[in-house]
Nanobody, 120 residues
Framework: VQLQASGGGLVQAGGSLRLSCAAS????????MGWHRQALGKQRELVAV???????NYEEQVKSRFTVSRDYAKNTVYLQMNSLKPEDTAVYYC???????????????WGQGTLVTVSS
């Protein structure tokens, strides 16, 4: 099982980016999927996640600007980021709880991280 993230880059403040993360491999079931981020010198924090049933949870500072969504057929989670601010600069990591072919319970998997840089 692996998560492959894409879509990071450099954008000016006020701009938009869309991150994508696809899960692949021997997947029996997908649970919650979403995004965390880690800025330089800071701890990793939750940005936005979506449960398999569609419920969402957002970090307070991004709630009105970011939207998490999923394509269940493609095992993919997206993060649409609008009105980006310099303080959104970070490495963004996708994550997913996955029950793989060899496991009896959901386990957390992480993508490789994609850098988002917002210039002022």
């Amino acid at each position: 099982v692996q998560l492959q993230a894409s879509g990071g880059g450099l954008v000016q403040a006020g701009g938009s980016l869309r991150l994508s993360c696809a899960a692949s491999g021997n997947i029996r079931s997908l649970g919650t999927m979403g995004w965390h981020r880690q800025a330089l010198g800071k701890q990793r924090e939750l940005v936005a996640v979506m449960a398999s049933g569609g419920g969402t949870n957002y970090e307070e500072q991004v709630k009105s600007r970011f939207t998490v969504s999923r394509d269940y057929a493609k095992n993919t989670v997206y993060l649409q980021m609008n009105s980006l601010k310099p303080e959104d600069t970070a490495v963004y990591y996708c994550m997913a709880y996955i029950k793989s072919g060899k496991s009896r319970q959901y386990e957390a998997y992480w993508g490789q991280g994609t850098l988002v840089t917002v210039s002022s």
